[in-house]
T-cell receptor
């Protein structure tokens, strides 16, 4: 069990550029979650997958955001035409399909849009 | 939908003093409740959870929390604070409507020597 891995750890990009983040979950977990966390705030839900199916998306997830989980393994989160308001920590977590289990989080990707 | 409120965005205690971080939840069904800790520039780590059964749950690093249904609370405590406890703490509830965890705004714990 190597935990949840996120890459890159840090990303600085210019406004208007596209960025993509990757998350490798714990292999036995069938659920994968993306959250966004801004400074001084709690994590906000963005979307989640059960295996390869994207089952829920938050209203926070604008049309510029897209997430995939091909083959139910790793996941990518892409932000197109980045804006300064997208600057945040993007957290990935994985879990079993059990509400009592809790999540295992990765270390996050910190995005700075300049 | 379920939600949580953490009272006090910042809590400061002296080393060796009692730690008390407050969390109140809103839920129309029996809740699953969690406490997570986050150190700077890291992800969240599970401290403890309440699902069913015993209302006093013990977690890692000497922390514990008590589920009180009558008060809709799940406060986190530790008898004696260590410098290494300085971090951000998040309370969360499982949201049945969306099948995800909903987090509170967090409480930053500062420990003075």
């Amino acid at each position: 069990d190597t935990g949840v891995s996120q890459n890159p750890r840090h990303k600085i990009t210019k406004r208007g550029q596209n960025v993509t983040f990757r998350c490798d979950p714990i292999s036995e977990h069938n659920r994968l979650y993306w959250y966004r966390q801004t400074l001084g705030q709690g994590p906000e839900f963005l979307t989640y997958f059960q295996n390869e199916a994207q089952l829920e998306k938050s209203r926070l997830l604008s049309d510029r955001f897209s997430a995939e989980r091909p083959k139910g393994s790793f996941s990518t989160l892409e932000i197109q035409r980045t804006e300064q308001g997208d600057s945040a920590m993007y957290l990935c977590a994985s879990s079993f399909n059990r509400p009592d289990y809790g999540y295992t989080f990765g270390s996050g990707t910190r995005l700075t849009v300049v | 939908a379920q939600s949580v409120t953490q009272l006090g965005s910042h809590v400061s205690v002296s080393e060796g003093a009692l730690v008390l971080l407050r969390c109140n939840y809103s839920s129309s069904v029996p809740p699953y409740l969690f406490w997570y800790v986050q150190y700077p520039n890291q992800g969240l780590q599970l401290l403890l959870k309440y699902t069913t059964g015993a209302t006093l749950v013990k977690g890692i690093n000497g922390f514990e929390a008590e589920f009180k249904k009558s008060e809709t609370s799940f406060h986190l405590t530790k008898p004696s604070a260590h410098m290494s406890d300085a971090a951000e703490y998040f309370c969360a509830v499982y949201n049945n409507a969306g099948n995800m965890l909903t987090f509170g705004g967090g409480t930053r714990l500062m420990v003075k020597p």
